[in-house]
């Protein structure tokens, strides 16, 4: 009860911050420029894609690297350990970044993305579940360290793009003969490489000073890295028993519920990394006292925002308030919130429809109406990404924590997918109706959420 009742967090807790700090620079920085890189013209320094085909792929690509934590994170929990995997993952996706940035061709491109697939499927389901390891059963701190966590998970996301931007459109962009703009994509590459390599280091160094043995071995069925579980069996923290098989059965399928409704909240949500960057290249006005915000910029407005609310969200899941709300509740009132959020970009489109020809791209919108969409979005997203990763912890059985934080993770896979097919048909049916629909469909999403949260709640069995 003293480790329970402890306010602070372990030392470990910002080992983890830091090295999953770069490596979401080096994965956010990639991001911010790899539409841009697909879709800009050979002699702008992109692959020349046209923008369907190219936001298909992008799909496709945040879809897998979603998808491959499920084989990761059982290699973990049965043969390698999480600490291992991890340096596995980093090391291949550091790879993957050097050969993007070596070979600026479709051959380059697809085996850069594949290497950063194959490596994310080994780091990112198990550095969520080291967090939640330095915890035991029944630690109301887990939801605020995941917090902390999820902070430095944007403080690399919001970094990178500010970097790898200025690097892309400023100091390695050069002018063609005819003027245009030959952009430096592939140092974009090689900075988030750098970044990568960075946190590999500084893991392996202190790992074993501030983890421990956490990590450092497969999870037995007879004996797990958590103490408050007995021979692998989680503990209900409000009656302190083991729980039954049915009982365990119950919260696994909590897990799914929950996985289901996050795949509606991400294929919302992705749409920031393709059609609203798109959107935000052609048709909002960027100049801001006469200087054009690259493009790419805009993906650190969302990390921003995570930076200055994460220790709000902190303090407040730790007051009486905080932990009076559910999961699912917390959830529900984030998927609402997301699905408000695309009223701001239906804004940015009712004001170009009011200016003239929408088929114009000099005829723009303001920009706060982008600026409002990534704020309501970031309140939705801290209610809903943190809160889940903290919950599949807590619900998983400790033999399982690492691929059922992979199933968990599965949900921006299939999101991604059906993100990238959303952002593919805007073109046809128009940006206001495909933002409408998505609107429309995570309110309604949301709304169900919160009416089936009692009941779910008795599934989790003493977790909130």
């Not at 879709?39 to 020349?48: N, R, V, Y």
Request: charged share 15%.
């Amino acid at each position: 009860m003293d480790t329970v009742q402890k306010k602070g967090h372990p030392k470990g807790l910002y080992l983890l911050f830091f090295t999953e700090m770069w490596e979401r620079f080096s994965y956010y920085g990639m991001r911010a420029i790899l539409i841009l890189y697909l879709t800009k013209k050979l002699i702008e320094g992109g692959l020349g894609m046209d923008e369907q085909n190219a936001t298909l792929l992008y799909g496709y690509f945040t879809g897998l690297v979603y998808f491959t934590p499920l084989i990761g994170g059982w290699l973990a929990d049965k043969f390698l350990g999480k600490r291992l995997a991890i340096t596995i993952g980093g090391i291949t996706m550091m790879i993957g970044q050097f050969v993007l940035f070596g070979m600026n061709s479709t051959t380059g491109l697809y085996i850069g993305l594949a290497l950063l697939i194959i490596g994310n499927g080994f780091f990112k389901p198990n550095i969520s579940t080291l967090v939640g390891g330095l915890y035991p059963d029944g630690d109301d701190r887990r939801d605020s360290a995941f917090s902390i966590f999820y902070m430095g998970i944007n403080l690399g996301a919001l970094i990178a793009p500010f970097i790898i931007g200025y690097f892309t459109d400023n100091l390695f962009a050069t002018t063609n003969a005819d003027g245009s703009i030959a952009y430096g994509y592939r140092y974009g590459f090689l900075t988030a490489g750098i970044g990568m390599f960075l946190g590999q280091v500084v893991f392996n160094i202190f790992a074993q000073k501030y983890l421990g043995n956490l990590g450092a071995k497969p999870v037995k069925t007879t004996g797990t890295e958590d103490k408050a579980t007995t021979e692998g069996q989680s503990i209900n923290p409000v009656t302190g028993k083991p729980l039954t098989k049915p009982e365990e059965g119950q919260r696994i399928t909590v897990i799914f519920i929950l996985f289901l409704f996050a795949v509606f909240f991400w294929a919302g949500f992705e749409q920031a990394g393709s059609s609203l960057s798109l959107y935000t290249d052609k048709f909002i006005n960027r100049t801001v006292f006469g200087f054009e915000i690259p493009t790419s910029w805009f993906q650190s407005v969302n990390p921003i925002f995570i930076v200055t609310l994460a220790p709000l969200f902190a303090i407040f899941w730790s007051s009486k308030l905080g932990k009076k709300l559910s999961t699912p509740v917390k959830m529900g009132v984030g998927m609402i919130i997301l699905g408000i959020g695309f009223w701001f970009m239906l804004g940015a489109v009712a004001e170009r429809n009011s200016n003239g020809d929408i088929a114009d791209i000099a005829n723009k919108a303001g920009i706060m109406w982008l600026i409002m969409t990534y704020l309501l979005h970031t309140i939705g997203e801290l209610c809903l990404s943190p809160v889940g990763l903290s919950v599949v912890t807590k619900l998983s059985p400790p033999k399982l924590a690492s691929i059922l934080m992979a199933v968990w993770m599965l949900s921006s896979s299939i999101a991604n997918f059906i993100g990238g097919f959303l952002a593919s048909i805007v073109e046809t049916l128009g940006a206001g109706q495909v933002f409408t629909y998505i609107s429309g469909f995570v309110i309604v999403c949301g709304v169900l959420l919160l009416l089936l949260s009692k009941y779910i709640s008795k599934m989790m069995h003493g977790v909130k």
